[in-house]
């Protein structure tokens, strides 16, 4: 039986990687941080089946700890600031979570076992004001955030460990990917919430920041089956995870509305307020590495990603 440990496995991206390790066999360990309100609930379906121990990025004593006692034979390492508009009022905080994390991980591996196989989870927000369209392993970084900078110090330090260390190390340069169990604060279910709150009369409008925005937007439940399989071959490399398609929040809203047989334009309101200091106005994958090299591709549509949503979140709301 593997053994592997998740970092934020209380996150969205954890909850179904777990999901996926469970139904292969494996033994997971998650790591979440100490709070006084601990918040399981995307986990809570799994807490007979997985450990959950705490441990932080700040501190290299905890991670050192988790490697001990429990030995992985993979390490995913999902934890960050990863709310990109908290980037700038946080920008501290996100540097020494999301970059400097990495590199407190990476080193415990390092000094405890270079043998164990790790996963670093990486962002389309590094590609942000993009050189090249559509995006792929090759294309300059260009980040428009805090939080794009900092990934792309960890995604550097992740392929440095790699040389320096012969390290297997793993980057996934993922792409926008949502589902039911992503947080409200983010901006594919503040509509989904919205359209399902508007539908059922609890609220008036969706106030929202840029409409023309361009996503590429897939299932989460679809690139954790990536991150797994970039770690079951022979050698580590980098890999661009995405559909290859481009939507704008306008055409999210228009098929999430749609789905309940509204128009988004009666109750979708721009407001300044939500608009990012620095936008990122493009992005789109170019995954044909990871269909060729691990033999992925995505599942669920983009139509049936938002439809899905607001499914969820209208049976979440007539409970």
Known sequence: MKTALITGITGQDGSYLAELLLSKGYKVVGMARRTSTVKYDRVEHLLDEIIVEQ???HDQGSLLALLEE???DEVYNLAAQSFVPASWSQAVLTAEVTALGVTRLLEAIRLFDRSIRFYQASSSEMFG???EVPQKESTPFYPRSPYGVAKVYGHWITINYRESYDIFASSGILFNHESPRR???FVTRKITDGVARI???MQKELRLGNLDARRDWGF??????AMWLMLQQEKPENYVIGTGETYAVREFCEHAFGFVDLDYNDYVV???RFYRPAEVDLLISDPSKAREELGWERKVSFKGLVEMMVQ???ERLQK
């Open 55 to 57: 441990g932080d990025l």
């Open 70 to 72: 429990y030995k992985p």
């Open 129 to 131: 004001k993009v050189m």
């Open 183 to 185: 947080g409200l604060e």
């Open 199 to 201: 539908k059922l009369g």
């Open 220 to 225: 989460a439940g679809d690139y954790v089956e």
């Open 270 to 272: 721009q407001d300044p």
């Open 312 to 314: 969820a979140d209208l």
